[in-house]
């Protein structure tokens, strides 16, 4: 019961609350057409059934007031028909689904440099063999990918350019242009910052592990596991890669900001 309540409650605030009603949102001022306006009730209602089970009285109530009833009408015996989705509509669903991640990782990196949700922004797509069905081609997922991320273009690149902040979605590389939005010197004293962690854990471990060599296998473990206690535990190795990675970011912002500045 839980864990249908918490499915419902998913997609009630986050894909209707969160995702469509975002999509569908008109201009500042401007009015809703009629078509939309009819299927969003029409969804609407839809969900009212799926969770009056959880919630009958609210349900019900709303279900009385978002159409006129007839004496008698009542969310308690109107059927709810889902039919299965067709070929088309999964597929439909799982481009949207694409276009929800994109938009999600601009809004990550949006977050990450402190870049206002208003401030427009440009997308590079840096294809490769195979992408050229990527969702951003199509006309209509173009359209909301821009509307809900803020950008003023996409563009279609062979390789990202510089001063932007890149993320992946599954084989394909996004990066967006950052110009003059972020403070490279900020920035770079983050990284100093995560770059000197990143040292000191990966120092901590390698430490543990000489100890261990010394004293046998038994002060290894039980170390490990009082470092784990405080921190979580990674392999030697993903810290020493994780330093040298940080080190390259940090050496491409500070040249970043010397053609900057």
Known sequence: ???????????????????????????YQAPIDAATFNATLGFFEQLMKIIHPFMPFITEELYQHIAERKDGE???????????????????????????????GVRAVRQSKNISPREPLVLEVVLS??????????????????????????????????????????????????????????????????????GQESQEIANIYKGGEQLGAEYRNIMLRKHQENKPLRDLQIYRECSHNLNEILKGLKDLKKRLG
């Open 1 to 27: 019961l839980n864990e249908a309540l918490m499915a419902v409650f998913k997609l009630f605030t986050d894909e209707f609350s969160g995702w469509y009603l975002e999509m569908i949102k008109p201009a």
């Open 129 to 198: 063999a195979g992408d050229e069905q990527n969702v951003t081609k199509d006309a209509s997922l173009t359209a909301v990918i821009k509307k809900m991320a803020s950008l003023s273009d996409i563009l279609y690149v062979q390789a990202k350019g510089d001063g932007t902040s890149a993320f992946m979605l599954g084989t394909t590389e996004y990066a967006v242009q950052l110009g003059n939005l972020i403070d490279t010197e900020a920035e770079i004293q983050k990284m100093m910052a995560e770059v000197k962690k990143a």
């Open 74 to 104: 009542s969310i308690m015996v109107d059927p709810l028909v889902l039919p299965a989705p067709t070929a088309e509509e999964a597929s439909l669903i799982a481009q949207y689904e694409e276009a929800k991640q994109i938009i999600s």
